[in-house]
Structures are given as structure tokens and as C-alpha cells.
């Protein structure tokens, strides 16, 4: 009874406009406004910021409603098919830093560059994909089979004993990155 009630609230948002029109509206409105908040220009002077992301969100929204937007390149229905993956990227990438913290701050630091430019693509791929550029990995990946998954693994794994091997140490002392993490490791072992 309880989901019925849901289903029939998320059918009288689509149904009033509360997807196609008041929640993007809000979200841009919010996100101009603290946008120009930020711009000296407009910092002591509130009454014009109010103008300027009422004017600008209203731009974004209204065309939609109307149905001016070209098919496919429709903002409110670019954003409202490519928030919600967004979101779950957005939680994936917390709860890695938030993994990794477990390890040492120094460790959750190092790789917080690698996660941030990881989310981007992943942004990039799913604005892509909603804006109609691909619509999936095979698009992209139709040559992949599981033969080519089994020889990456392989060729990854070779390299990886081979750069063990080969590497040379930058520091005395200095045991890199997953050195860091077996000490905190070790540390948190200790600790127990």
C-alpha cells in the first residue's frame, strides 16, 4: 500500500511538472545564485543576483516546456537523464575516500587526484551518453570479448611483476605508495 502511495506522488510530480519544471529550475536558480555570490561584482549586491539566476533559470527551463530545444539536445532532459548515474558516481567516489581513510590521511590523500579524474570521466561519459554522443560501452568497446578481458588481465599481472622488478627505489628509505599503506596497515594492526 505504502509503494502505491509513492508511485502515485512520483506520477503527480511528472504529471504537474515538478521534474520538467520546478526542479530544475530550483537546481539552476540555486547554483547561479551561489555562482554570483562568489563574483565580486555582484557580492554586496543581492537583489541583482536574485535578477540574474531567476532570468537564467527561467532561460533554461521555459524553452523546455515550450518544446524549442532541438530533439536531443533538451538541457532539463539532458540533466534529469544524467544526475541520478552522476549522484551514484558522486557516493561511489565518497565512500572510496572514505575507505581509504581507514588506511592513513596520507593514503586517502595520494589517491584523491586519481578518484577525482576518474568521477570526471565518468561525468563526461554519462553528459555524453545522455546528450546522445554513444549509448553504451559497446559502442565504444564492440571489438571487446572475454579473450581480450583474459589477456589484459594477463599482460597487466606480467607487467606489474616485471616493474616490481625493475624498479628502482627514488629514495632511500622511501617504500611509495603501497609501501605507506602496508605501514598504516601495520600501525592499525598494532593499535589492536
Known amino acids: 500500500m505504502v509503494s502505491a502511495s509513492f508511485t502515485n506522488l ?3 510530480f511528472q ?3 515538478v521534474m520538467d519544471f520546478l526542479l530544475p529550475f530550483i537546481l539552476v536558480f540555486t547554483i547561479i545564485y551561489a555562482v554570483t555570490a562568489k563574483l565580486a561584482l555582484f557580492k554586496d549586491h543581492k537583489q541583482f543576483r536574485v535578477v540574474i539566476a531567476l532570468v537564467l533559470a527561467l532561460l533554461f527551463v521555459v524553452p523546455h516546456i515550450t518544446g524549442n530545444y532541438p530533439l536531443g539536445y533538451d538541457p532539463v532532459q539532458v540533466m534529469n537523464e544524467s544526475l541520478p548515474s552522476i549522484s551514484l558516481v558522486s557516493i561511489a567516489a565518497i565512500m572510496v575516500l572514505l575507505l581509504m581513510g581507514i588506511f592513513g590521511a596520507d593514503f ?4 584523491a587526484p586519481f578518484i577525482a579524474i576518474v568521477s570526471l570521466a565518468f561525468v563526461a561519459y554519462i553528459f555524453g551518453a545522455s546528450l546522445g554522443l554513444w549509448r553504451g560501452p559497446y ?7 572475454s579473450d581480450i578481458t ?3 588481465i594477463v599482460l597487466l599481472i606480467f607487467g606489474l611483476v616485471v616493474w616490481f622488478i625493475v624498479k628502482e627505489p627514488s629514495k632511500p628509505g622511501d617504500r611509495g605508495v603501497i609501501g605507506k599503506m602496508l605501514d598504516e596497515f601495520g600501525r592499525y594492526v598494532e593499535k589492536r
Open 15 to 17: 504529471a504537474y511538472g
Open 139 to 145: 559502442d565504444i568497446f564492440y571489438w571487446w570479448s
Open 108 to 111: 586517502s590523500a595520494a589517491a
Open 10 to 12: 512520483a506520477g503527480y
Open 150 to 152: 583474459e589477456l589484459m
